[in-house]
């Protein structure tokens, strides 16, 4: 077995341009959707050039080469931790045999953060899946100092997959901006409002939510995507 990975930095200085980080309540939450959707949007009516897409970690393919496949080089994408085999990545890691070094990620975030005005970075998994054999995603919050949205799909039991994700943020003392649903099919407003009550939830999380993400049906088409991050509440998202 490796040994453990070294705990993150903890930053003392944070770059003038803070980056926004998306994480969800699991690994298929809608994290990338979200991502990608706001990139669009930003690319669009801001300027394409000041957007970045950032994926610290991943295990296998799969966000980086969506980005890619979406956005080609018209905006800037960026990953600086690439395992091989799509597990965990303190197993994925072991497997290959090396070492996750974050401070390698946190500098690439930093070089991204000085030159972009938008970077979203991607966080792996849900708010509590291992990062290396110490740190979670929800400790690399809080280590990193990143305010982020957590991503809660649609369906059934998601209510208490979100409370127990609010409530290891707050143990963790990891700052979610705000909670943005996303439909994982197609669904009617009555439909979303019955598995995802908004008032319940913020009462029961102490997070606004900012938004109903529609189902997109192309994930690989920008003005869905456009329009799809147009239901959210972005003027929460300017500072």
Same mark, same amino acid.
């Given at each position: 077995?490796?040994?453990?990975?070294?705990?993150?930095?903890?930053?003392?200085?944070?770059?003038?341009?803070?980056?926004?980080?998306?994480?969800?309540? @699991?690994?298929?939450?809608?994290?990338?959707?979200?991502?990608?959707?706001?990139?669009?949007?930003?690319?669009?009516?801001?300027?394409?050039? @000041?957007?970045?897409?950032?994926?610290?970690?991943?295990?296998?393919?799969?966000?980086?080469?969506?980005?890619?496949?979406?956005?080609?080089?018209?905006?800037?994408?960026?990953?600086?931790?690439?395992?091989?085999?799509?597990?965990?990545?303190?197993?994925?890691?072991?497997?290959?045999?090396?070492?996750?070094?974050?401070?390698?990620?946190? #500098?690439?975030?930093?070089?991204?953060?000085?030159?972009?005005?938008?970077?979203?970075?991607?966080?792996?998994?849900?708010?509590?899946?291992?990062?290396?054999?110490?740190?979670?995603?929800?400790?690399?919050?809080?280590?990193? #100092?990143?305010?982020?949205?957590?991503?809660?799909?649609?369906?059934?039991?998601?209510?208490?997959?979100?409370?127990?994700?609010?409530?290891?943020?707050?143990?963790?003392?990891?700052?979610?901006?705000?909670?943005?649903?996303?439909?994982?099919?197609?669904?009617?407003?009555?439909?979303?409002?019955?598995?995802?009550?908004?008032?319940?939830?913020?009462?029961?999380?102490?997070?606004?939510?900012?938004?109903?993400?529609?189902?997109?049906?192309?994930?690989?088409?920008? @003005?869905?995507?456009?329009?799809?991050?147009?239901?959210?509440?972005?003027?929460?998202?300017?500072?």
């Amino acid at each position: 077995m490796l040994s453990p990975t070294p705990l993150a930095p903890t930053i003392s200085t944070l770059p003038p341009r803070l980056p926004l980080g998306i994480v969800g309540t @699991d690994t298929d939450a809608g994290k990338t959707i979200v991502s990608t959707a706001l990139a669009a949007y930003w690319a669009k009516y801001e300027t394409a050039a @000041d957007v970045a897409l950032f994926k610290p970690v991943q295990s296998g393919e799969g966000d980086i080469e969506r980005y890619s496949e979406i956005f080609g080089d018209t905006i800037e994408t960026a990953n600086s931790i690439y395992l091989r085999d799509p597990l965990a990545p303190p197993i994925a890691a072991e497997r290959q045999g090396v070492e996750i070094d974050l401070g390698v990620a946190w #500098r690439d975030l930093q070089a991204i953060a000085q030159r972009r005005s938008r970077t979203i970075v991607e966080w792996l998994g849900g708010l509590g899946s291992p990062v290396t054999w110490e740190l979670t995603v929800a400790d690399l919050i809080r280590d990193w #100092r990143m305010a982020s949205l957590l991503v809660v799909p649609v369906r059934l039991g998601s209510i208490s997959q979100v409370v127990a994700c609010a409530a290891l943020a707050r143990e963790a003392k990891a700052e979610i901006l705000g909670i943005v649903l996303n439909c994982v099919e197609p669904m009617d407003q009555e439909t979303c409002d019955q598995f995802m009550p908004i008032g319940l939830i913020e009462r029961l999380t102490y997070l606004p939510v900012l938004g109903c993400l529609p189902f997109v049906e192309n994930i690989r088409d920008r @003005d869905q995507l456009i329009a799809a991050a147009a239901q959210l509440n972005l003027e929460a998202l300017q500072s």
